[in-house]
T-cell receptor, first 112, second 118 residues
Framework: GQSLEQPSEVTAVEGAIVQINCTYQ??????LSWYQQHDGGAPTFLSY????GLEETGRFSSFLSRSDSYGYLLLQELQMKDSASYFC?????????????FGTGTKLQVIP | GAGVSQTPSNKVTEKGKYVELRCDPI?????LYWYRQSLGQGPEFLIY????????DSGLPNDRFFAVRPEGSVSTLKIQRTERGDSAVYLC????????????????FGAGSRLTVL
């Protein structure tokens, strides 16, 4: 099966940097993704890593270490609008096909 | 279509009734997922289609839940004899082929169908 762990809540100050960690277990790893979800909204894709290293997309970066089954999402120059829940999701093998399983989410609160 | 469309957006039903939730994925997306999300939780995997076939239905809670995708596009999630515990937001997402493709890591979600069972 597949499982993921991430912190339930994080609070950070506007303009600062915050890192949200994620550890995962899966059979046959194909990628780790990150999604943002505002209250009442649908999850939206932010970033993914299939290979080790850092991927940068504007203020957001995502890191992966496959040997450690670990990744993180880095948010820089935090803005109030970044207050949301962030989910890591792993794509792994299940029944010969690849399926995407989500973590329980990290609620980020950005304070002035 | 331009995005993933889900109908109805809200459904209130009585315990024991039958409901159908519809998902119209992005045109050309062969992979389609159904998730269920309760307040404060992450999306819980229900079922995954690759084309017309259910590649993995291991997340369906019990035999009251069933999903189809007869023509490889629109999918319907069917819930029989609804229970209060079925109340949640049901999310549909689609992506390009779920096989060896980097695009398969990018799921596009619909706005969800909020189901309330009284």
């Amino acid at each position: 099966g597949q499982s993921l762990e991430q912190p339930s809540e994080v609070t950070a100050v506007e303009g600062a940097i915050v890192q949200i960690n994620c550890t995962y277990q899966t059979s046959g790893f194909y990628g780790l993704s990150w999604y943002q979800q505002h209250d009442g909204g649908a999850p939206t894709f932010l970033s993914y890593n299939a290979l080790d290293g850092l991927e940068e997309t504007g203020r957001f970066s995502s890191f992966l270490s496959r040997s450690d089954s670990y990744g993180y999402l880095l948010l820089q120059e935090l803005q109030m609008k970044d207050s949301a829940s962030y989910f890591c999701a792993v794509r792994g093998l299940s029944g010969g096909y690849q399926k995407v399983t989500f973590g329980t989410g990290t609620k980020l609160q950005v304070i002035p | 279509g331009a995005g993933v469309s889900q109908t109805p957006s809200n459904k209130v039903t009585e315990k024991g009734k039958y409901v159908e939730l519809r998902c119209d994925p992005i045109s050309g997306h062969t992979a389609l997922y159904w998730y269920r999300q309760s307040l404060g939780q992450g999306p819980e995997f229900l079922i995954y289609f690759q084309g017309t076939g259910a590649a993995d239905d291991s997340g369906l809670p019990n035999d009251r839940f069933f999903a189809v995708r007869p023509e490889g596009s629109v999918s319907t999630l069917k819930i029989q004899r609804t229970e209060r515990g079925d109340s949640a937001v049901y999310l549909c997402a689609s992506s390009v082929s779920g096989r060896q493709s980097s695009g398969a890591n990018v799921l596009t979600f619909g706005a969800g169908s909020r189901l309330t069972v009284l």
